[in-house]
């Protein structure tokens, strides 16, 4: 058999294969879509605590007159903090460095923490979604430093996943965190720190 012959009797079967292939299956979309508690309800804010902590991270209740010095207290001993260039100038800590976007990843890696907003959250999952807004910066000052500090209003947080996807705009640099980086060896040794920070701490900021 030539190779040209072999080639068309290839292309011959995958047509005849093709031929029958049967129209797409409609996708039965009938998960829940929304959780039976409001955004920010105290059991979402309780449920989500949960699962963040669950997943190794820290979390700080505080209120909006109390969100500035408990920021404090999360980052007092730490000399060198990034923010983004849109983060409430109360939340910033003395000397901080506001990112211009010129920090290199070596630069990153030498920060202490960073700290940002959050676009929303999912109590269910224990998810918190960033989108690059002007409180969250670019990326990589959040994926590059060891340390993440996050500021979670409750209105932001709401109860499935579906809700979540609702609030965020798939054209923005979306980044979907569930706790600290971690990932497993083929023999599940747990390892922190890989693919991002290997410290999350939330503040979480309730209503009123």
């Given at each position: 058999?030539?190779?040209?012959?072999?080639?068309?009797?290839?292309?011959?079967?995958?047509?005849?294969?093709?031929?029958?292939?049967?129209?797409?299956?409609?996708?039965?979309?009938?998960?829940?879509?929304?959780?039976?508690?409001?955004?920010?309800?105290?059991?979402?804010?309780?449920?989500?605590?949960?699962?963040?902590?669950?997943?190794?991270?820290?979390?700080?209740?505080?209120?909006?007159?109390?969100?500035?010095p408990v920021l404090a207290a999360v980052l007092?001993?730490?000399?060198?903090?990034?923010?983004?260039?849109?983060?409430?100038?109360?939340?910033?800590?003395?000397?901080?460095?506001?990112?211009?976007?010129?920090?290199?990843?070596?630069?990153?890696?030498?920060?202490?923490?960073?700290?940002?907003?959050?676009t929303a959250a999912a109590?269910?999952?224990?998810?918190?979604?960033?989108?690059?807004?002007?409180?969250?910066?670019?990326?990589?000052?959040?994926?590059?430093?060891?340390?993440?500090?996050?500021?979670?209003?409750?209105?932001?947080?709401?109860?499935?996943?579906?809700?979540?996807?609702?609030?965020?705009?798939?054209?923005?640099?979306?980044?979907?965190?569930?706790?600290?980086?971690?990932?497993?060896?083929?023999?599940?040794?747990?390892?922190?720190?890989?693919?991002?920070?290997?410290?999350?701490?939330?503040?979480?900021?309730?209503?009123?």
């Open positions: 058999m030539t190779h040209a012959s072999a080639r068309d009797e290839v292309l011959a079967r995958i047509g005849h294969a093709l031929s029958g292939t049967p129209a797409p299956v409609e996708v039965p979309r009938a998960y829940r879509r929304t959780g039976e508690h409001p955004p920010g309800a105290p059991e979402l804010l309780r449920l989500l605590t949960d699962r963040l902590v669950d997943y190794r991270a820290t979390v700080h209740a505080a209120s909006p007159q109390t969100v500035e007092g001993g730490l000399d060198r903090v990034v923010v983004p260039p849109g983060l409430p100038v109360g939340w910033r800590p003395a000397g901080a460095v506001v990112d211009d976007g010129t920090l290199s990843p070596a630069e990153l890696d030498r920060v202490d923490a960073v700290l940002t907003a959050c109590a269910g999952t224990g998810t918190i979604v960033l989108d690059g807004s002007p409180d969250q910066g670019r990326r990589a000052i959040t994926l590059v430093p060891d340390r993440h500090v996050c500021v979670v209003h409750a209105a932001q947080v709401v109860q499935t996943v579906p809700e979540l996807l609702a609030r965020v705009d798939p054209r923005r640099p979306l980044t979907f965190i569930s706790g600290p980086s971690a990932t497993s060896d083929i023999e599940l040794q747990r390892v922190e720190g890989v693919h991002g920070p290997r410290t999350l701490i939330v503040v979480l900021v309730a209503d009123g």
